[in-house]
Structure formats: structure tokens, C-alpha cells
């Protein structure tokens, strides 16, 4: 079996649609500790607004996922209407399930950015308009499917790394990279890191290196700096986002973000927009 197949096998969730049809109104997700939110939006535009001040417009057809269900407004612009279809994704151990962990806190896609999950979202749009027998499992069961295509997708761009899924799958090391992935602000050490795993600082270190394939401090750096890019996609300005993602101040993420990426953080954004 795949690792990928198995990580998620061990880390089983399940998806529960609570909505779909047509919207125009507003609508407040709160942090319930328990599930993350899906959101499809079949047409739009939806703004998503987080407690952070980030926002996410889908203005086409998009996939908004919150894995840890973080608190946010649904709204949509006064005098217009959406299509939406919202799922609860309920995930084994809640929101201490590795898998949960390890997504970013908000993840937005424009469908037409992945012709993958084409022949999914047919089937899976195809049963919402329609009022077949059965419906809201299959809905439910497509929107499983349709989960597991987005790991694939990750895994397949490098998001989701082959040593991260074998970490993840470990059961001393997926406690320390869960705390990392959870609380990246934290000022982490070797030690620290080794004592969430329960082991030892030099045998964290030797078996985190042999099973992730690289030292907990370049992983934990490379995570902060992938956190960083996505906040300040979300427009959450460069204060803020060192804060979030633990550095020491603005100034040293940006030497870090530029030695990583190649350039500032202000030319980085350029480059993406």
C-alpha cells in the first residue's frame, strides 16, 4: 500500500453536507474544536472573512477549505446571489488527527486550477441538483472522494512530501510535527521538539533526519516560511505574519523569506499577483 494510502487510511474523516442550493445572505462558521468546514462554490462571488483580518474572495468557481474549522464569515455582496455546497469534515481524534494538522489553516483553489477533480466535481454537482434516492450519502461519500484528490494533489506538487507523510505516520515524530504545524509562533528548539516526541534530544534528532529525510530545524524552518507565503497571500501584512510564524521580528523573516524564495516578500507577491 501507497504511503499516502495509508496515512489516510489510519487518519480516516468523513464528510457531511449541511448545505446546498443557492445563497444570499450571511453566515458565521465558529472554531467548534471538533470539525473543519468545506466550501464549494459552484457560482459566485463569496467573500470569506477570518477573525485575522485575511479574506478570500471566490469570484469563480472554487473549492474553501477550513481543516481545523476556523472561525469565519460566509457573506455574500448585497444584491446578489450564490451556489454553494458546505460540508462539515469530521475528522478521527478531532482536531488533534495529524491530517487535520497538517493542511494550512485555509486552503483556496479556483476549480480551474485543477482539471483533476473534473470528473468528481461532475458526479458530485451532478447528484446536488438533482433528488435521486440516496442523495445526501452520495453527496457525502463524493465528498470524500473529493478530499482524498486534493491530498493526492498536494502530495503530487510536493506540498505533501513522501518523509512528511512517513513522519506523519510515525507515532513519536507525528506528535512533534503536529505541534509544529499547530503552533509555529512557539520558539522551538531541538529539545523542546524532542520532548513532545518522548524521546531523546539525540535520538529525535538521528531518527527525525532518517525518517523526514532532513534535521528538525531545517523542517520547522521551511514550514514557517510556506506559512508565511500563504498569510501573505491572504494580505496580512509582514508584522503580523512574523509573529504568526515565529520569528523574532519583521526584519528577520524577511532575510529568511528572501534567502528561502529568492526574493523579498514584497517581490515575491508581485511575482504571484
Not at 471566490?58 to 464569515?73: Q, T
Request: proline letters at 6%; glycine letters at 10%.
Amino acid at each position: 500500500m501507497d504511503k499516502l494510502s495509508q496515512l489516510l487510511g489510519r487518519h480516516a474523516f468523513h464528510a457531511r453536507v449541511f448545505f446546498n442550493g443557492d445563497f444570499c445572505d450571511t453566515s458565521h462558521f465558529r472554531h467548534n474544536g471538533m470539525s473543519g468546514h468545506l466550501h464549494l462554490v459552484r457560482r459566485g462571488p463569496v467573500e470569506f472573512v477570518h477573525e485575522d483580518g485575511g479574506r478570500v474572495l471566490a469570484d469563480e468557481p472554487s473549492l474553501v477549505f477550513y481543516p481545523r474549522g476556523m472561525s469565519h464569515l460566509l457573506r455574500i455582496p448585497e444584491g446578489r446571489s450564490a451556489s454553494l455546497l458546505c460540508a462539515d469534515i469530521v475528522f478521527e481524534e478531532g482536531m488533534a488527527n495529524p491530517l487535520a494538522r497538517l493542511l494550512p489553516a485555509c486552503v483556496h483553489m479556483p476549480l480551474s486550477e485543477a482539471p483533476v477533480l473534473g470528473a468528481t466535481l461532475e458526479m458530485l454537482f451532478g447528484e446536488a441538483g438533482g433528488a435521486a434516492p440516496g442523495r445526501e450519502l452520495v453527496l457525502d461519500r463524493l465528498c470524500d472522494v473529493l478530499l482524498v484528490q486534493l491530498m493526492r494533489r498536494e502530495f503530487d506538487s510536493g506540498r505533501l512530501s513522501p518523509g512528511l507523510l512517513s513522519g506523519l505516520a510515525d507515532r513519536q515524530l507525528s506528535l512533534a510535527l503536529a505541534a509544529v504545524h499547530e503552533r509555529p509562533q512557539e520558539p522551538w528548539t531541538l529539545q523542546t521538539l524532542a520532548t513532545v516526541a518522548c524521546m531523546s534530544r539525540a535520538a529525535f534528532a538521528e531518527h527525525f533526519r532518517n525518517v523526514v529525510g532532513m534535521p528538525p530545524g531545517e523542517y520547522l524552518s521551511r514550514w514557517r516560511i510556506a506559512l508565511g507565503g500563504r498569510l501573505l497571500r491572504q494580505g496580512i501584512p509582514v508584522k503580523l505574519v512574523s509573529e504568526q510564524t515565529g520569528f523574532t521580528s519583521p526584519s528577520t523573516f524577511t532575510r529568511a523569506f528572501t534567502a528561502r524564495m529568492g526574493m523579498s516578500p514584497r517581490g515575491w507577491l508581485k511575482q504571484a499577483a
